[in-house]
């Protein structure tokens, strides 16, 4: 099936800094992809739709200034966590899709301190 | 709008024994049916799809589920589990096969005992 990848697994940081995420589709083209939140014991939570050329569309609530999303190629899409606080830590998920399904990536665990 | 429901949280289940997961949906519109594992500490694995044709799908690893479009349900069986099959399982739904937004459910965690 088709691999996604996500960098980095996990990270750490303090809080007030920047974190930036990066999500790939290995063996195919993307030219949208999509970013989740994760919140423990719960189900995904879409943030945004990164569209490859142009914008991205946020979810109502998303702070887009605060997540930014960048779809610089067809197979790679990057999303910022700016001034990052505790309560933006959770597990962050991109996916890809094709004609058949999404497929995602293994998920960042992100934790402010 | 779409919506998906799995109503159990948790479902424990003695290893070898058969299981099913609910998931019922709702949809104003033709639906596309998906089941998603997630293992512990990794992220999500698409298990099986229902885009359409036979409405019994199948996966490689002995799971099955069934569109049901009178009761708006897809649940998900096993006839017998192993260790190996404890994750937590989400069902989802699209209006657009897959391709676009895809609406999740809370999740089932399967739990299978020695």
């Known amino acids: 099936g088709a691999v996604v990848s996500q960098h980095p697994s996990r990270v750490i940081c303090k809080s007030g800094t920047s974190v930036k995420i990066e999500c790939r589709s290995l063996?195919?083209?993307?030219?949208?992809m999509f970013w989740y939140r994760q919140f423990p014991k719960k189900s995904l939570m879409l943030m945004a739709t990164?569209?490859?050329?142009?914008?991205?569309?946020?979810e109502q609530g998303v702070e887009k200034d605060k997540f930014l999303i960048n779809h610089a190629s067809l197979t790679l899409s990057t999303l910022t966590v700016t001034s990052a606080h505790p309560e933006d830590s959770s597990f962050y998920i991109c996916?890809?899709?094709?004609?058949?399904?999404?497929?995602f990536g293994p998920g960042t665990r992100l934790t402010v301190l | 709008a779409q919506s998906v429901t799995q109503l159990d949280s948790q479902v424990p289940v003695f290893e070898e024994a058969p299981v099913e997961l609910r998931c019922n949906y709702s949809s104003s519109v033709s639906v596309y049916l998906f089941w998603y594992v997630q293992y512990p500490n990794q992220g999500l694995q698409l298990l099986l799809k229902y885009l359409s044709g036979s409405t019994l799908v199948e996966s490689i690893n002995g799971f099955e589920a069934e569109f049901n479009k009178s009761q708006t349900s897809f649940h998900l069986r096993k006839p017998s589990v192993h260790i190996s099959d404890t994750a937590e399982y989400f069902c989802?739904?699209?209006?657009?096969?897959?391709?676009?937004?895809?609406?999740f459910g809370t999740g089932t965690k399967l739990q299978v005992i020695p």
């Open positions: 989802a739904v699209s209006d657009e096969g897959g391709y676009q937004k895809v609406t």
């Open positions: 990164s569209n490859e050329g142009s914008k991205a569309t946020y």
């Open positions: 996916s890809a899709p094709t004609l058949a399904a999404q497929y």
């Open positions: 063996d195919f083209q993307a030219t949208t």
